[in-house]
């Protein structure tokens, strides 16, 4: 069990450009969330996977968010148009059949 | 709909002494509760959760909560503090489901001096 990894950890971007984001979950683990965290700030719920099914989610993913989990194992979360608005830190967790949700290190993205 | 509401955003403390921090909450249905750490740069890390039974749980790191439903709390403490126990700690909510998402507090910062 090497924990939840996340791809890049630092992007630096100018607005108006697409990024794309990489979560490794936790292998065997079937529910997968993402999570945006500003400065100060808790984490906010943006959207869940089971398996490769996304059941929910946020009012905070604007139509320039999308994310995919093709197979049920790995998520990606891309970003459209780039705000600065959208500098953040990017979390990944997932879970099994539990409650807990586990979580990764994080994308810390930077708009200029 | 599920809040959390963390009381005071910034906790200072002496090494040894006790760690209070406090975490209130609202839900309409019973809730399950979590107390997450978050260091520097890094991602949150599972200190205890609350889902059902004993009201007083224990976690990692020698802490431990007590789920106070007439309160709607559900505080952290730990008897000494130490320096390394310095870090955000977010508190959380969510519905007593299993694959829902998790409603956090705004965090509080401990600070330990010594």
């Known amino acids: 069990d090497t924990g939840v990894s996340q791809d890049p950890r630092h992007k630096i971007t100018k607005r108006g450009q697409n990024v794309t984001f990489r979560c490794d979950p936790i292998?065997?683990?079937?529910?997968l969330y993402w999570y945006r965290q500003t400065l100060g700030q808790g984490p906010e719920f943006l959207t869940y996977f089971q398996n490769e099914a996304q059941l929910e989610k946020s009012r905070l993913l604007s139509d320039r968010f999308s994310a995919e989990r093709p197979k049920g194992s790995f998520s990606t979360l891309e970003i459209q148009r780039t705000e600065q608005g959208d500098s953040a830190m990017y979390l990944c967790?997932?879970?099994?059949?539990?409650?807990?949700?586990?979580f990764g290190p994080g994308t810390r993205l930077t708009v200029t | 709909a599920q809040s959390v509401t963390q009381l005071g955003s910034h906790v200072s403390v002496s090494e040894g002494a006790l760690v209070l921090l406090r975490c209130n909450y609202s839900s309409s249905v019973p809730p399950y509760l979590f107390w997450y750490v978050q260091y520097p740069n890094q991602g949150l890390q599972l200190l205890l959760k609350y889902t059902t039974g004993a009201t007083l749980v224990k976690g990692i790191n020698g802490f431990e909560a007590e789920f106070k439903k007439s309160e709607t709390s559900f505080h952290l403490t730990k008897p000494s503090a130490h320096m390394s126990d310095a870090a955000e700690y977010f508190c959380?909510?969510?519905?007593?489901?299993?694959?829902?998402?998790?409603?956090f507090g705004k965090g509080t910062t401990l600070s330990v001096s010594s």
């Open positions: 292998s065997e683990h079937n529910r």
């Open positions: 959380a909510v969510s519905l007593n489901q299993a694959g829902t998402a998790l409603i």
């Open positions: 967790a997932s879970s099994s059949l539990g409650y807990e949700q586990y």
